[in-house]
């Protein structure tokens, strides 16, 4: 692995200096990075939806629920439709998936370091852990613009991070380019 990288290290620095460019982009155009994940949502679920449609098709002669395959295809595709019609709607609804997800984890969290309270140190993070889940769900339910903003502006500042990780190990990793050749 360590030879693989040295002499790879620039694709580590392109994929970090991309994720940056992506995390400052979406902290100056919030709207369109939104609107571009939805639309690549939908896009994703039309073309999942088609394969298996044509999975289906295939598939009919030798499996007896080759329908099952095509319905899941049906509504992979009706599914991106929706969104290219209503993306306001798979907007919405996706950030209450992400709040029952939220919420869901959180409370699992709470109820695990209560559990473990005698049995690990440290409970208190796991605690503190959940209660931000919960807080998150909370405000993603109460105000989903406010929510949608929230979660940009945390994928964003994530991507800068990763990005800046990874120019920073593409470059110690450069180093060892001279090592290996």
């Known amino acids: 692995m360590r030879d693989y990288l040295a002499k790879n290290w620039w694709v580590l620095l392109l994929r970090g200096l991309s994720a940056i460019a992506f995390g400052v982009l979406t902290f100056m155009l919030p709207s369109l990075t939104l609107a571009t994940l939805v639309l690549l949502f939908g896009v994703t679920a039309i073309f999942g939806g088609v394969l298996d449609i044509g999975g289906a098709i295939v598939g009919?002669?030798?499996n007896d629920e080759w329908w099952l395959w095509l319905l899941q295809g049906v509504?992979?595709?009706?599914?991106?439709?929706?969104?290219?019609?209503?993306?306001?709607?798979?907007?919405?609804?996706?950030?209450?998936?992400?709040?029952?997800?939220?919420?869901?984890?959180?409370?699992?969290?709470?109820?695990?370091?209560i559990r473990l309270r005698k049995e690990i140190k440290g409970e208190a993070w796991l605690i503190?852990?959940?209660?931000?889940?919960?807080?998150?769900?909370?405000?993603?339910?109460?105000?989903?613009a406010a929510g949608a903003l929230g979660l940009l502006l945390y994928i964003g500042a994530q991507a800068i991070v990763m990005g800046v990780v990874l120019v920073m190990v593409a470059l110690r990793v450069r180093k060892l380019a001279g090592a290996v050749a």
């Open 75 to 113: 509504v992979g595709v009706l599914v991106g439709l929706m969104t290219f019609r209503a993306p306001e709607i798979t907007t919405l609804a996706l950030l209450f998936f992400i709040a029952m997800w939220s919420l869901a984890i959180g409370v699992l969290q709470v109820a695990a370091a």
């Open 128 to 144: 503190l852990s959940g209660v931000t889940s919960i807080a998150l769900a909370l405000i993603l339910m109460s105000n989903p």
């Open 60 to 62: 009919r002669k030798g």
